[in-house]
């Protein structure tokens, strides 16, 4: 599998993996590569989430003319991979731990900007007219053990309390009896505004926005090197053919590889996220395990696990994958997303997996995503650490605004780059470290 930490480069013309998504949604032919020299206003580069929000801003808000590169398919990469989570936030750090580090006043900036982010899909979703089997909101963090199901009821209060979310606590029994029967399940907090989706089924059509507002889009396009002009324009190379441009944005996140841009490299961690999907549950086997419903669910441990009922109530389950993208398809994986699905609903003891994919997601260093100028007329957004389905979205939206001087809203992820990893070359053994430590963590503590 592609590993952007050791590949210079991505390899061009890529089917869609083996998932569950791309079985079961309507894919559009893809386009064309670039076959020809090519002089433009903006090149935007991966046709993702983040790039495609982008462009369909730039071209319909901005009137400005928009080349946008992608190596494979659009949503090859993680807008077409991830489990579907439209979640209200981005990095790894909750509100509190937001308060801590920047204040009341900047938390209070950071949740309304990610309420924008939810907003901004849903109203992608109706432009667009996007059929990608949006289901009904609702989102359950779920504490793993009696040590973190302490902390859920204040952690409800303080999100009514400071900022005005109607976050709801679930005691163990409210829990089992209106949600699940998971065994390693001690209560949770509601989130009343998240929910689950298509999500390769949301990049093609926010595809076929961005083709309908006049942006060319080229697939099987990879940008191989670029360089800047003399007089501060930029020139790219792709396999057939050059581009020159005035703005470079750079939104291919946890998949830009190795050597086209050092500092973002050396900015982001990419990690491994790998999800099954079960064969579909039985009446029975519904009834047993309580998951009549489809909010979306994530643990409390450090090594997470997510989960949903799909609309043909299949289950559909992730966690940490390998660290290396040589390992991502071995068996190993898979086999322990399943038994850790059992592990929580024993009752699904018979039930078995159909589909096992892996991608990649960008960890920042502290934990936070960064949308900027790079330098001058070079931008880029990264580093959405697993959570970017709706910000990544928004994140195009502020991108467009960086490259058309716009103001953006006063917050850090907006005002500074993505700060270096210590010690880079490292990075996966300190991640390997992680894992050990998060494993022992999450038994024992």
Known sequence: MYDPLNDSRIAAGQAYPHSYWAQHTDIAAPTA?????????????????????????????????????????AGWGCSGRNAGFVLRGTGRLGLAQLTQRFGIECAR?????????????????????????????????????????????????????QFGYQAEYLSPQQLKRDYMHNTQAYGAVRFPDCFGLNPLALAQGYTAMAKQSGVQLYTGSPLLSWQREANGSFLLQTPK?????????????????????PALNRACLPVLSSIIVTQPLSPVQLEQSGLQHTQLVMDTRALKYYYRKLPDNRILFGGRSAVYGKDAEKAVYPARLLAALKACFPMLTGLDYDYHWSGWVAVSYDDLPRVCEAEPGLFYAAGYCGSGVSFSSLAGVRLAELASGVAVPALPIYQSQLAPFPLPAFRRLGQQAYYQWGRFKDRYL
């Open 241 to 261: 053919a050059q581009l020159r441009c005035k703005q470079l944005i750079l939104a291919s996140n946890a998949y830009t590889p190795k050597g086209l841009y």
């Open 109 to 161: 900036l950071f949740h309304q900007e990610y309420g924008e982010a939810i907003a901004q899909v849903k109203q992608m979703i109706s432009l667009g007219n996007i059929r990608c089997d949006n289901q009904p909101e609702g989102y359950l963090k779920v504490a793993h053990n009696a040590a973190m199901a302490a902390e859920l009821p204040e952690q409800a209060a303080l999100l009514q309390r």
């Open 33 to 73: 590569p670039l076959q020809q020299d090519v002089h433009t206003d903006v090149v935007i580069v991966g046709g993702g989430y983040t790039g495609l929000s982008c462009a369909y801003q730039l071209a319909t808000r901005f009137n400005r003319e928009v080349t946008l590169l992608e190596a494979n398919q």
